[in-house]
């Protein structure tokens, strides 16, 4: 079975620093792509960021360029996603998602966390 247990948020200052983490079993990082997405109410699920597994490459939307940072552990196979210069838009809750293809667009995951909300206040 495979699961994602995503974590890290809270609720923190502009300007401040957040480390998501999402932790999977039942898949390996290294035959995966791991999509970070975010939702805020009333808005559309956006895809943030991605790691992929196979070959390490990543991608950014251009809200989150030059402030987040993606990452992987095949160890421990986990992802990390490192947001710094936090703003108010930031702030919604965030999941990271498993799959095949390396893609921003949320229909491309199969395998869901539960989500971990994040506040930016200003």
């Known amino acids: 079975e495979v699961q994602l247990v995503d974590s890290g948020g809270g609720l923190v200052q502009a300007g401040g620093s957040l480390r998501l983490s999402c932790v999977g079993s039942?898949?390996?990082?290294?035959?995966?792509?791991i999509g970070w997405f975010r939702q805020a109410p009333g808005k559309e699920r956006e895809g943030v960021s991605v790691f992929n597994g196979y070959d390490g490459s990543t991608y950014y939307a251009d809200s989150v360029k030059g402030r987040f940072t993606i990452s992987g552990d095949y160890a421990k196979n986990t992802v990390y996603l490192q947001m710094n210069s936090l703003k108010p838009e930031d702030t919604a809750i965030y999941y990271c998602?498993?799959?095949?293809?390396?893609?921003?667009?949320?229909?491309?995951?199969?395998?869901w966390g539960q989500g971990t909300q994040v506040t930016v206040s200003s």
């Open positions: 998602a498993a799959g095949g293809l390396a893609s921003s667009r949320s229909r491309s995951y199969d395998y």
């Open positions: 039942g898949i390996s990082l290294g035959n995966s792509v």
